[in-house]
């Protein structure tokens, strides 16, 4: 059963990841990626990890994915314009990554070790160690991101108020 539910829902976490870069309209991108995210911790929760699949949804799937549809509403972004591609993307471009997909599905298949079947619950981690080690160990980039997010919401009220004027 899980390996069925583990193929269903990678397979929607790879089509809304192809939707989400092929979509013209920036709202249907944002979408898109709220359903890689929502496919992602269905997955977590298939490994075991009950709290990183929570953090996964509360956190990315919604304060997130909340921010980036208010940015690109203030922004007022129209849907894309298609521009003429040239003749080797055109030609070269399918042969070129489906050769690069398979040597990298080559080298990850010998470098990786081999593995055991994950088993439901076998993660040990409880949130009280997350904790610890997000805010000891991690701190930095923790701290980091955070600044990072403050500047894009005042980067896009920026643009947005010199729309405006």
């Known amino acids: 059963m899980d390996l069925i539910l583990f193929v269903i829902f990678a397979v929607l976490a790879v089509a809304c990841a192809v939707s989400l870069v092929v979509q013209k309209h920036p ?23 009950e709290f ?3 953090v996964q949804l509360i956190v990315y799937a919604g304060a997130i994915m909340v921010l980036f549809v208010f ?5 007022n972004t129209g ?15 399918i042969p070129l990554i489906t050769i690069f ?9 010998r470098m990786a070790p081999s593995m055991g079947m994950v088993r439901f619950g076998a993660f040990n ?10 805010f000891t160990t991690y701190l930095l980039p923790f701290e980091v991101t955070s600044v990072l997010v403050l500047i894009a919401i005042l980067g896009a009220i920026v643009l947005a108020r010199k729309e405006i004027d």
């Open 125 to 134: 981690t409880g949130a009280k160690e997350i904790g610890r080690s997000l």
């Open 52 to 54: 990183i699949a929570a």
């Open 27 to 49: 709202i249907g991108s944002a979408l898109s990626l709220i359903g890689v995210m929502g496919s992602l911790a269905i997955l977590y929760l298939l490994l075991g990890a």
């Open 79 to 93: 849907a894309e314009t298609a521009t003429g591609r040239s003749w080797p993307s055109r030609l070269l471009g």
């Open 101 to 109: 997909l398979g040597l990298l599905a080559f080298i990850l298949q």
């Open 71 to 75: 940015v690109i509403m203030l922004l």
